[in-house]
């Protein structure tokens, strides 16, 4: 599989990482009434798709940029590329 | 009909006109006591021990594609019981014990060899821990034993012993492990379960669950709707697909796992051999061909299919131990995709949904759990409790804070 980074352009997979689905980026608030349930949910449960994934990818061997990768499960096909920073931003994490 | 040598030997003198079909091909009934999802291994298994030990034959098991089509007739074949905790241990302990009798209780030649298996250490804090660890097979009343170098080296000569990086130290053998032909498996169990009166019902999807007031009655399948008191999944890859129609999401990732065989060899290798300091495992099948495997893809997928950069690492490390398989021609490769648990250990039990029960999350370790598996999943429909070896493998164990983490990595699913 080649990832096409955003700052470095198309890099192997091997020089990649991989941790997970991407929705791991949405820490929940510990401070919530109901974080027992939430932490639990964050940590251990997952959509795991067939079909769109969105996912953590770490360039370990090379800008050690943390990436959200778009990628289908069943086709490996990757359709779109961010950096994680980006993506989290987009979701309101952090300033 | 009843398999034996002499039915062999008539069968050659008069033609072999009697063999019969191993099961039916029935039409699907409209309702049932039991229905399991999935023709695999641990499906067919848990139909057999409904049928024979606890005598609930109202089943149907429900296969989309061709029984043992699934990870059964593609794994690498290994049946052990050297596992650390004890969550785990004493379950595989059973399934192990079940397999030394499983041909002779099934009637049906699956070639179980207990060929032993041999965990290579190559290094101090290994040793440590294959002691440690063959302790407590001892203790769960498995077997084990530390070989020194010597004692490996008197085995298995050909392998790289002084290695620069990886000299091998040592190795933790585990005497009553080996292979089993997993396609005969699959069809000793459905033999046996169709022989009790259960419908195996094939090229049958189920599509969807009837859930009404968080009781469910039957599954919705591309033949219609099918009724059931009891409805069992049991899909190992696609657990994560299939309970979703039930609106439940599990504490599994799917991966697809590699395996190789090569060319039909003279006689090498007559044991499993794992190698300790790179992901790389191998046995000779009885046909010659080496069968070895490494790690996972290591991303999601429900590709059965995976990418070069396994392939490389596994032969990498393949040649790392056994330097003379740099001659060997490779024949085949081939992946499955498993479900890969968040602390690498299996689930059996109930759903929060009355009447809806669940057994997955296999990980790469679920064909030697077979017999186990279907023991425990049908004690579990049939008297409604978790069979006392399978009380840790529970849904809600991460919520207790019960994981079983062999390796203790955490919950991050390609790592287990
Ligand atoms: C390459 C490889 C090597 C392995 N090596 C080993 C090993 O050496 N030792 C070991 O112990 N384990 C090994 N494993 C793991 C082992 O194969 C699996 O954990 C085990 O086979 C899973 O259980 P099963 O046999 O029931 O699965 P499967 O045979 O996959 O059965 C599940 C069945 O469910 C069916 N299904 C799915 N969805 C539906 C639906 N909606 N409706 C109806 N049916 C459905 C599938 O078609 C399939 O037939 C290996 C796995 C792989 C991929």
Redesign the interface.
Known sequence: ?IINHPILGPRD??EF?????ASLIERPDPQAENADETF??Y????????GE?Q?LWYHEQGDRSWLVVT?N????EITDVQLARDAARARGRSK | MRYSGLRVIKEALTGHKGWTPQWRNPEAKKHYDVIIIGGGGHGLATAYYLAKVHGVTNVAVLEKGYIGGGNVGRNTTIIRSNYLLDGNEPFYELSLKLWENLEQDFNYNAMVSQRGILNLFHTDAQRDAARRRGNAMILNGSDAELLDQDGVRAMYPFMDFENARFPIKGGLLHRRGGTVRHDAVAWGYARGADMRGVDIIQNCEVTGFKIEDGKCLGVETTKGFIGANKVASCVAGSS??VM?KAGM??????HVLQAFVSEGLKPLIDGVITFGAGHFYVSQSDKGGLVFGGDLD??????QRG?L?VVEDVIESGMALIPSLGRVRLLRGWGGVMDMS?DGSPFIDKTHIDGLYFNGGWCYGGFKATPASGWCYAHLLATGNSHEVATEYRLDR??RGYAIDEKGVG????LH
């Open positions: 599989m997979a091997q990482t991989y941790l997970g689905d639990h949910d940590v251990y449960l997952r959509d795991n798709p067939a994934h996912e990628r499960t069943l086709t490996h | 994560s697909r979703e999401r599990l504490p599994i990732e799917s290591m991303y999601n997928t429900y590709a990418n950069p968040m991460f919520k919950p991050q699913p390609n």
